[in-house]
C-alpha cells in the first residue's frame, strides 16, 4: 500500500516534468520587428555571428557588390544634396563629382560594369572636400545610410584590387529587407528561432496575423532618428513612425500573451547628435536639454507608454548599437532568462 500511494503521489510530478521537458524541447519563436531603417536585420546578422556560424568566405565574398552599391549610392546622394542645397564644392573636384552623379540606379544594379580604380579615387576625394563635409553635417534633411562615413572612411581597403568584406562591412551593408528571413541560436540546450520581416509599411500587413503565439517580440527603434523623415515620404518622421508602429504591435490582438522586448538601438549616433540637436523639436514638453540621461529616459518613456496592458505586459528595454557584436552578445545574455522563463509560462509550466 505505502508502495503504491508512493507511485500515486509521484504520477502528477511526473507528468508536470514531462511537461515541462516538453515545454523546452519545443523551438523558441521570437519575431525581429521594427520600422524601416531601425537596424533590426543589423541586430538579425549578429545572431548569426553569436551561432558562432558568421560568414563564410564565400558568403563574404557575396556582399562585395552590396558594399560597392552601397559606397556609391552614399556618395552620390551627398553630391545631389550639395546641389540642390547650393553648398559649393571645388573646382578640382566638380570632375569627380559630376562623374558619381552620373551613376544611375541601372548602373547601381549592375554596379561592377562601373566600380573602377577612378570611382574609388573619386569618392575618396570627394569625402575630403570641404563642401561634401558641409552636406554631410546636413544629413539630417535628406536620406543617407549610417553606415556611409564607416565606408568613406575605409575606401582604400574596399578600393583594393583583392578586396573581400568582413564581418562589420556585411553587418553594416544595406538591402531592403522583403518577406521573412529566419535563422536561430542555441541558448541553454535550447533552439531559439528568430525572423525578420520587411520594415516598411508596404510589407507589414503580410506578417502580423502569421505570428501568433510567438514567444517573444524584440521590437528595434531608431533612438537617433527624432530628426529624420522616413524613407516612404518626406514628411513622416521616423521617430513618430516607429512610435505609431509600436503601438501597434504591443497593444495588437495577435500579441496579447507575448512578451515584448525594446532594443532602442543606434545609441552610439543618438549620444554624438544630442549633444547639438534638439530633441524639443519633436517633442515640445521635453526638459533635458542636451543631457545623453536625460533625453533616454524620457523617449523610452514615449514607448513604454504606449503599452495600454500595463497589469499583465511588461516592456523590458535595452540601449543597443547594433553593429557591436560584443554589445548585442551582452544584451542577449541579459534577456536570455526572461525569454525562457516566457515560454514555460506560455506552456503552462510556472
Given amino acids: 500500500m505505502l508502495c503504491g500511494g508512493s507511485n500515486e503521489r509521484e504520477k502528477p510530478i511526473e507528468a508536470e516534468m514531462a511537461k515541462k521537458n516538453q515545454a523546452i524541447r519545443r523551438d523558441i519563436k521570437i519575431l525581429l520587428l521594427g520600422a524601416g531603417e531601425s537596424g533590426k536585420s543589423t541586430v538579425f ?126 553587418l553594416r551593408t544595406r538591402v531592403k529587407t522583403t518577406g521573412i528571413a529566419e535563422t536561430f541560436i542555441k541558448m541553454n540546450g535550447q533552439v531559439l528561432k528568430f525572423f525578420d520581416v520587411g520594415g516598411q509599411r508596404n510589407e507589414r500587413k503580410k506578417w502580423i496575423h502569421c505570428f501568433e503565439g510567438v514567444t517573444a517580440v524584440i521590437f528595434v527603434a531608431s533612438i537617433s532618428e527624432f530628426d529624420q523623415k522616413c524613407y516612404e515620404d518626406d514628411h513622416t518622421n521616423r521617430m513618430m513612425e516607429a512610435l505609431l508602429l509600436f503601438d501597434e504591435i504591443c497593444n495588437s490582438r495577435w500579441f496579447c500573451e507575448t512578451s515584448v522586448i525594446l532594443f532602442l538601438n543606434k545609441v552610439d549616433l543618438f549620444r554624438d547628435k544630442i549633444k547639438t540637436h534638439d530633441l524639443r523639436l519633436l517633442f515640445k514638453d521635453y526638459q533635458g536639454g542636451n543631457n545623453f540621461e536625460s533625453a533616454v529616459d524620457y523617449i523610452k518613456d514615449q514607448f513604454v507608454n504606449k503599452n495600454r496592458r500595463k497589469d499583465s505586459k511588461q516592456i523590458f528595454s535595452h540601449l543597443t548599437c547594433a553593429t557591436d557584436t560584443n554589445q548585442i552578445q551582452r544584451v542577449f545574455d541579459s534577456i536570455k532568462d526572461i525569454i525562457l522563463q516566457r515560454n514555460l509560462l506560455s506552456n503552462g509550466v510556472s
Fill in 45 to 170: 546578422k549578429q545572431l548569426r555571428i553569436m551561432n558562432k556560424l558568421g560568414f563564410s568566405l564565400e558568403e563574404r565574398s557575396g556582399y562585395r557588390e552590396i558594399v560597392f552599391s552601397n559606397v556609391v549610392k552614399a556618395m552620390k546622394t551627398l553630391v545631389t544634396a550639395c546641389i540642390s542645397m547650393e553648398i559649393a564644392i571645388d573646382d578640382d573636384c566638380c570632375p569627380c563629382a559630376d562623374r558619381i552623379n552620373s551613376v544611375n540606379n541601372e548602373a547601381l544594379g549592375n554596379i561592377m560594369e562601373v566600380w573602377n580604380e577612378q570611382m574609388v579615387s573619386d569618392i575618396a576625394l570627394l569625402w575630403r572636400n570641404a563642401g561634401i563635409q558641409k552636406a554631410f553635417e546636413r544629413r539630417n534633411e535628406f536620406q543617407l545610410e549610417d553606415s556611409a562615413p564607416y565606408y568613406f572612411n575605409e575606401i582604400e581597403r574596399i578600393g583594393s584590387e583583392n578586396y573581400i568584406p568582413n564581418e562589420q562591412d556585411v
